[in-house]
């Protein structure tokens, strides 16, 4: 199957510090990506869409300044907490798609502690 | 907005047992998927039921889905301590020419009890 890379898989950092996740697509071309944010025994609630040399959509309550994302290439996103601050505190999922396979495929998380 | 909600929120079952999860949803759909998520991972796709189809098996999984009722199941048969985890439902009304995300449900949390 498809496979996610993301890294890291933990991160703690001081406030006011920026902090970048990587999620790359290892044997796909992932045409669009997704990053979802979780908390503790909570869902997943969809941050943003990314879709490769485009700018990211955003949903609704998401400051598009705090998450900067980029989807520079095919087989790679990146979304930077700029600033972070401890409510930022997180997992923090990417996903990607690939032409028209319904499926989703997850890297494997990024647990972001703000200190 | 959550669309998927699960019930139960957690339940715990002796190994070999079966586990059912329920799952309902508020708008039409183009499918649902149902993902494991193993305490601290990512989410893993275990299946996909589209909205023409009334059940779904793949080996000890069997899902329905009723549209009609806009609702779905999933069930573990002979259940193992391995299947321990989050389990989630996630609707797409994606048709294809889109590119939205899933929308997930708030999960189930299974515990198999050996």
């Known amino acids: 199957g498809a496979v996610v890379s993301q890294h890291p898989s933990r991160v703690i950092c001081k406030s006011g510090t920026s902090v970048k996740i990587e999620c790359r697509s290892l044997?796909?071309?992932?045409?669009?990506m997704f990053w979802y944010r979780q908390f503790p025994k909570q869902s997943l609630m969809l941050m943003a869409t990314s879709n490769e040399g485009s700018k990211a959509t955003y949903e609704q309550g998401v400051e598009k300044d705090k998450f900067l994302i980029n989807h520079a290439s095919l087989t790679l996103s990146t979304l930077t907490v700029t600033s972070a601050h401890p409510e930022d505190s997180s997992f923090y999922i990417c996903?990607?798609?690939?032409?028209?396979?319904?499926?989703?495929?997850f890297g494997s998380g990024t647990q972001l502690s703000v200190l | 907005s959550q669309q998927g909600e699960e019930d139960p929120q957690a339940l715990s079952i002796q190994e070999g047992e079966n586990a059912t999860m329920n799952c309902s949803y508020k708008?039409?759909?183009?499918?649902l998927q149902w993902y494991r998520q193993n305490s601290g991972r990512g989410l893993v796709h275990l299946i996909l039921?589209?909205?023409?189809?009334r059940e779904k098996h793949s080996g000890r999984l069997r899902v329905t889905l009723d549209t009609s009722k806009k609702s779905s199941s999933l069930l573990i048969t002979a259940s193992r301590a391995a299947d321990t985890a989050s389990y989630f439902c996630?609707?797409?009304?994606?048709?294809?020419?889109?590119?939205?995300?899933?929308?997930f449900g708030k999960g189930t949390h299974l515990i198999i009890q050996p």
């Open positions: 996903s990607a798609r690939y032409a028209t396979n319904e499926k989703l495929f």
């Open positions: 044997d796909f071309q992932a045409t669009t």
């Open positions: 039921i589209r909205s023409n189809e």
């Open positions: 708008t039409s759909i183009n499918n």
């Open positions: 996630a609707t797409d009304a994606w048709s294809g020419g889109g590119a939205d995300g899933l929308t």
